[in-house]
């Protein structure tokens, strides 16, 4: 009996110690089936998991925000067929008044006096023996004054909306008069997409943003008020009577010198001889050369190469009316991600009579969102370039460190070009503008 109690004892043991290797080899294998498991707030990822995202806000992204059908235009320069002056021809440029309705009924006017009116209250005075009613869609607040001896009733209207600096539409259907302070324009442009660039600068420069361009019928539609419709009648007035339009195209250099000490540009009096540097104009940071044509982009680069590495930054031009001003932006025609992105290239100028030479009087400003990092006034010739220098990378760092040299700066090569508007006929008749044609064209 004991024998069988200790055996029976054994075999339960030994069951036990079966069930419990058998549980450890279970457990064993349960935590090597889960121990690639990653959980991230809550949830079990593994391979076979769907990917989950937050909910994003419902903004247009960066990469179509930068869409821009004029950026191929403005972010490609060729050096290598580069035209210092050529002549276009003159173009009717129109701006006509959108969405003006209805024309208003055959009627005469006589006799009509209005003074220190609302033109609301001056119409409905006017209007007061007809069917005709008067509706302010916003409020308008100048008041008028003025007689009309005889007069259609349209050119009345007219009138009085001028004098309100206010806008009318005339529903037929309804016999309403609708007044407003903002109005919406068509501007049908001249074919020269460079024009047509210098156009639509000079009315960014005026802060007329909500510009509409269809490239392909060569039209401009925007919208505003009195004062936004005064600004672009005089940008288009100034291009049709002063013949002239101001373009620069554009490189900018990022250079790293090879040596741990900055550029020698000294040097560039023996590389390129003394004749060729005409001016030199210091800013409150860096300078900017004024060349001759035998410096250009090829041989700048040459001569940098000798003693750094550059990379270019940004290319492009843009172009203004004569006497206006206008802007070049490098993030625009460059990489995002670069340190020199927020940099702005400003630029007014005007070609014409400079104590008695003719010149292109300009000021260049370079500036970002901090504000003015530089500005030159120069004075140039008609094939002069720049060469702005001096303008230390740093300055775009945000970083309270960097892995770029101290050394580094920001090299800026531009050459203006002169377009001349010119009557047809006058077109037929020119030879290309060079040599001994181009010194009397200047000398005109």
């Given amino acids: 009996m004991a024998q069988n109690y200790i055996k029976n004892a054994i075999f339960i043991l030994v069951g036990f110690c079966s069930l419990g290797i058998a549980g450890c080899t ?19 990822i593994d391979e076979n998991s769907v990917p989950i995202f937050p909910k994003k806000a419902a903004l247009t992204t960066d990469t179509v925000q930068h869409f821009a059908l004029d950026l191929p235009k403005r972010c490609t320069v060729d050096w290598d067929n580069q035209s210092v002056v050529s002549v276009v021809p003159e173009e009717k440029i129109e701006i006509v008044r959108l969405n003006t309705g209805d024309a208003l009924p055959d009627l005469k ?3 009509y006096e209005f003074k220190k009116m609302y033109v609301k209250d001056a119409l409905e005075k006017l209007l007061e023996d007809t069917d005709i009613s008067v509706i302010e869609d ?35 259907e309804f016999g309403e008069i609708h007044l407003t302070g903002h109005g919406k324009w068509m501007i049908k442009m001249p074919k020269d997409e460079t024009i047509i660039m210098a156009m639509l600068d000079a009315m960014r420069g005026a802060d007329i943003h909500n510009l509409l361009v269809n490239w392909k019928d060569k039209t401009v539609v925007f919208e505003g008020d009195y004062q936004t419709e005064r600004e672009v009648s005089k940008i288009i007035s100034d291009v049709a009577s002063k013949k002239y339009v101001l373009a620069w195209d554009i490189d900018v250099y990022r250079v790293y010198p090879k040596a741990d000490d900055a550029i020698v540009w000294m040097n560039m009096l023996p590389a390129f001889g003394e004749n060729n540097i005409h001016m030199s104009i210091p800013g409150v940071v860096g300078r900017a050369l004024v060349v001759s044509p035998e410096i250009n982009t090829k041989t700048l680069q040459e001569f940098i190469s000798q003693q750094a590495s550059m990379v270019l930054i940004s290319q492009g031009t843009f172009a203004i009316p004569n006497g206006w001003q206008s802007r070049f932006d490098i993030g625009q025609c460059g990489k995002e991600d670069r340190l020199e992105t927020d940099l702005i290239i400003g630029a007014t100028g005007t070609y014409g009579n400079y104590g008695g030479y003719k010149k292109i009087d300009a000021k260049i400003v370079l500036s970002t969102s901090n ?50 508007i010119v009557d047809t006929d006058s077109v037929k008749k020119m030879t290309p503008l060079s040599g001994d044609a181009l010194r009397d064209f200047l000398n005109e």
């Fill in 26 to 44: 279970d457990m064993n294998r349960n935590i090597q089936q889960y121990d690639t498991v990653n959980v991230v707030e809550n949830r079990v």
């Fill in 138 to 172: 916003q409020a308008t607040f100048e008041k008028i004054s003025g007689s009309i001896s005889t007069s259609s009733l349209t050119d009345a209207v007219e009138l009085m909306a001028k004098l309100g600096r206010v806008y009318y539409s005339y529903d037929a």
């Fill in 371 to 420: 504000g003015e990092l530089s500005s030159f006034k120069i004075p140039s010739n008609v094939g002069d370039n720049y060469v702005i220098i001096g303008i230390p990378t740093h300055s775009f760092v945000t970083t309270p460190e960097t892995l770029i040299s101290p050394f580094a700066e920001l090299v800026v090569f531009m050459s203006p070009r002169l377009i001349s």
């Fill in 109 to 111: 006017v006589s006799d």
